[in-house]
């Protein structure tokens, strides 16, 4: 029986992709695909809205039922990452070929064009191809594909192997931690996340929505998602968390601090303080997609990189 490709649809692959994605995750060697608490914050994340009537440009390949890999983007086109099941790797050329015609976009084109481009007709298309250090035959056709690398676009992904003495912190006097499962306050949230992530002034209400839509992933809980409270009762510090249960680790996203609430401890207490619950669910490893000085500070170390490739064609 030969793998056969179909187009990802979006009422009923969902799970099927959470579940590959879980079966197909290792820390015993760096893994070559997301982690499945990845593709539901992505699939539940406002910005999938603006790439909606797109998701019918991701490839699944199966074997009679079993599904055994997928490339996708992200929030855009013209970014391409591949999942894939080891017992498969006469795919890979297939699958980054796939992803030329299919997740390519225009050449040259502001960001909003590039993603309404849509990889048309006519002119260069560019691709971006991220590929894990460690998948070396993929990594050998990009080559022979005269991709080059885009090191300023690399994904760094660390790890921490959870000890009681790695989850210690302390707050300033008059700061509390809490859960989401102790209060949801959906505008709390929304102005920790919009300050937290740098953006200026007071964040807009119409971010409520999108706000609330983050909660509705399956696995979302928010007695893993955990806020530092100000003396004011603002939330200023945030960390979400994932537990996978099968694999035995925690997946770290998003987390941010209030800028006017930096350097005082903050951030570290609420990354511990998830970290802590889930060790305490049974997690052994806890994971971010980030290679800043605060995690390594925590004690997170290198775990494995996603090389960018980009070519031009």
């Known amino acids: 029986m030969a793998t056969k490709i179909r187009t990802y649809d979006k009422l009923k692959d969902f799970q099927k992709v959470r579940d590959f994605l879980e079966d197909n995750y290792s820390l015993g060697t760096p893994p070559l695909n997301w982690c499945w608490a990845r593709w539901e914050y992505m699939m539940a994340h406002p910005y999938i809205k603006k790439v909606d009537d797109k998701l019918n440009k991701i490839g699944i390949w199966e074997y009679g039922n079993k599904m055994v890999g997928m490339v996708h983007f992200e929030h855009e086109l013209g970014w391409a990452y591949f999942e894939q099941d080891i017992k498969y790797p006469q795919l890979k050329k297939e699958m980054l070929e796939y992803a030329e015609d299919n997740l390519s976009v225009a050449e040259n084109l502001p960001a909003l064009s590039v993603r309404q481009a849509g990889g048309r007709q006519g002119g260069k298309k560019v691709l971006h191809a991220y590929i894990c250090k460690n998948d070396i035959k993929l990594t050998k056709i990009a080559k022979e594909k005269r991709y080059v ?165």
Request: aromatic content about 12%; some cysteine.
């Open 149 to 313: 690398i885009k090191p300023d676009k690399n994904e760094k992904v660390t790890l921490m192997k959870i000890t009681p003495k790695l989850l210690e912190y302390s707050l300033p006097r008059g700061f509390k931690i809490q859960t989401l499962a102790d209060e949801n306050d959906l505008e709390k949230i929304n102005r920790v996340l919009h300050r937290g992530f740098d953006h200026k002034g007071e964040p807009p209400k119409s971010k409520l929505a999108g706000r609330k839509m983050m909660q509705e992933a399956p696995s979302f809980r928010k007695d893993l998602t955990v806020v530092a409270v100000a003396p004011n009762g603002n939330y200023v510090s945030f960390c979400g968390s994932w537990y996978d249960s099968k694999n035995k680790f925690t997946y770290i996203e998003p987390a941010a601090t209030d800028p006017d609430f930096r350097k005082m401890g903050l951030g570290r207490a609420v990354v511990l303080e998830a970290i802590k619950r889930n060790y305490e669910l049974g997690a052994k490893h806890a994971l971010v997609g980030s290679a800043k000085t605060f995690y390594k500070k925590l004690g997170f170390e290198d775990f494995f990189e996603r090389v960018c490739w980009v070519r031009s064609f």
